[in-house]
């Protein structure tokens, strides 16, 4: 299957969607090994976007002078994040799971599967950017819409101290307390429903 990145998020008006998908590219790309030379470099990127985010906040007070200014800015950083979407595209090369762990959204394919899903692999879980964090990834699969996340103290399984949806297979938690070890797990939601739950990826969070 040809997978590649969507940019769909680029042209739409929704400031929010927009904002956010671009915060959450940064993130996931910012010393993802995979993508060890980013074309263009991040620190451009993260620099036009800040820039975006001031002119966005001076546009809110109105004034066509603050608006245009605006547009200029998401004008060059929409076109920067294109730049690197290809980028992505080409070092990716069609591994779905590279290409997920950049941040970028995936293009849907153009069939629907039917029936129910499997339940996902047990997610692979690495420690976070911070401390009381963590970072779980498993394989997409092919018709899911979104994933349910569930993370747990391994002491006490059955009982959910963190909850979260995400659209992709992929999901970062913090708040946790260092020193215990947390169980992972999630399931897929597609058209005929939601999968079974997946085996527990597990760590200790520091």
């Excluded at 690495?126 to 699969?141: E, F, I, N, R, W």
């Excluded at 006490?156 to 260092?178: H, I, M, N, S, W």
Aim: neutral net charge.
């Amino acid at each position: 299957m040809n997978v590649k990145p969507a940019i769909g998020f680029l042209t739409k008006d929704g400031q929010g969607s927009f904002t956010d998908k671009v915060a959450a590219i940064l993130q996931w790309m910012t010393n993802n090994p995979s993508y060890p030379n980013p074309v263009p470099d991040l620190g451009t990127v993260q620099t036009a976007f800040t820039a975006y985010k001031v002119a966005t906040a001076d546009a809110s007070q109105g004034g066509k002078q603050n608006i245009a200014v605006r547009n200029a800015r998401r004008e060059e950083l929409t076109g920067l994040m294109r730049q690197l979407s290809s980028y992505v595209s080409a070092t990716a090369n069609g591994d779905l799971e590279v290409l997920i762990s950049s941040g970028f959204p995936v293009q849907k394919p153009s069939r629907t599967p039917i029936g129910p899903l499997p339940a996902p692999d047990a997610p692979v879980v690495v420690p976070g950017p911070v401390t009381g964090s963590l970072k779980a990834t498993s394989t997409p699969l092919y018709g899911a819409s979104s994933y349910n996340w569930s993370v747990a103290l391994q002491s006490e399984p059955e009982t959910d101290v963190k909850t979260a949806q995400t659209t992709g297979a992929r999901a970062e938690f913090t708040g946790l307390t260092p020193g215990q070890i947390y169980v992972v797990c999630l399931n897929a939601v597609g058209t005929a429903g939601v999968s079974d739950w997946s085996d527990g990826g597990t760590l200790m969070v520091v």
